[in-house]
């Protein structure tokens, strides 16, 4: 799609497949500061334990 068809079709407000392409989006991403990441795994390691947990003290029986 070249720039003069982008400028006509980003004027319309909708966003559609045309106008969102991988490189346009990914162009101006910014990279991941190691804390960022060690948040996300924490974040999963968090909610792996609570539920373990929450599967643990829930009697099966609420189940049936």
């Known amino acids: 799609m070249s720039e003069k068809e982008k400028k006509e079709v980003t004027g319309t407000g909708s966003?559609?497949?045309d106008v969102l392409e991988a490189e346009d989006v990914l162009a101006e991403?910014?990279?991941w500061e190691p804390i960022e990441?060690?948040?996300v795994l924490w974040s999963f390691a968090i909610?792996?334990?609570?539920?373990?947990?929450?599967?643990?003290?829930?009697p099966?029986?609420?189940f049936h």
Do not use: D, F, H, N
């Open 29 to 31: 991403a910014e990279p």
């Open 15 to 17: 966003l559609t497949w």
């Open 47 to 58: 909610a792996a334990v609570a539920l373990i947990i929450g599967l643990v003290l829930v």
């Open 37 to 39: 990441t060690k948040l």
């Open 60 to 62: 099966t029986s609420v």
